[in-house]
């Protein structure tokens, strides 16, 4: 995967990210979509400027230009480095575990400022985390959080607190759906092993058992979406009986109403995330509703963090990016204006 190198230029700063007055700062961007400094030093408090060395690697675990969810971390991460005059080295393991390490290391070879990276595979990149912060780089982590034996070498962390969040999409499902014992709920994921689908499922059956009814099913869909597809609609043909379906993935959950079409099956959704297939799902009523974690807060938060921690010697805070809200008809047309796409969906 070719290096990308977003080279920041300047923008406007607001209150509510900065804590001070809005400024303007000049940019010239190139036609390749780098931006080229235009020789100011920063903002007169020195953010932007302060610490010499501004190179930031931000690994991704799947490639942004093929999910959209991703593309909307990608999004806030490159904006984030722009306002704060670094140069953003954008790299994605493409799904892959083993390269997501090699990625590290040879982040670590070149001595940047900050490496900031998801822990999908958990303890897998442990080691790779800790040899960064052994050689002095400050790491952040986004999205899934570093598990607790990486504690000492990440500084902090932006992303949803999955299992409150699937509790909370829980209780939705059985506030508007009548379910009863024995009833089967399907828990498709990308990878069900991994920590994000544990901690959502997990939350997701604490509410299913705290009213008494059967545990949901995990699936494992995989990564593409023709491979997510092909398995939900076996999947669903095999098990008509199926009575809700709370997909843990933004992959399942984009391909679901596709994948019930082609079985024959009708059946309530509701889940994580946003994309252009579940804003639509949602307005036709295929879909309940959908957490929203917000990946453009969790791109932007944590480079931005990692430019008050380069800049001031902030700490790193730990960030909800999500909250508890739900996305629902009455509220998914804040969403889905033009200008917003690559941001919100």
Known sequence: MPITIHKSGRGLVSVALLGAAALTLAACTSAGGASTDSGASGL????????????????????????????????????????????????????DSAKMVDLVQTAIATKPALIVMPFNEGEA????AC???DAGIPVIAYNVPAPDSAADCVLGFVGQDFREVGNTLGVALIDQVDLKPGDKVLLPAEHAEQPYAVARG??????????????????????????????????????????????????PHRMLVAAEDAAGVVVPIIGFDTSAQVIDGIKTGRILATADQQGYVQGFQSVMQGILNLDFGLSAANINSGG??????????????????????
């Not at 990149?125 to 790779?128: D, E, L």
């Open 131 to 133: 040899d960064a912060h």
């Open 202 to 251: 997990g939350g997701v059956n604490d509410a299913l058992t705290a009213a008494g009814l059967d545990e949901g099913e995990f699936l494992t869909t995989k990564d593409s979406e023709e491979d997510t597809l092909n398995i939900l609609t076996s999947w669903l043909v095999a098990n008509p009986d199926v009575k809700a379906i709370v997909p843990l993935g933004g992959t």
């Open 324 to 345: 508890n809200g739900l996305i629902t008809k009455d509220t998914v047309g804040n969403l889905e204006s033009p200008d917003l796409k690559g941001v919100r969906y």
């Open 125 to 128: 990149w442990v080691q790779a």
């Open 44 to 95: 007169e408090s020195g953010f932007g400027s302060r610490a010499e060395n501004r190179d930031v690697y931000f690994l991704t675990y799947y490639d942004p230009s093929t999910d959209p969810f991703w593309n909307q971390i990608y999004s806030g991460a490159k904006d984030a480095a722009e306002l704060g005059n670094l140069e953003l080295v954008h790299q994605t393991a493409a799904s």
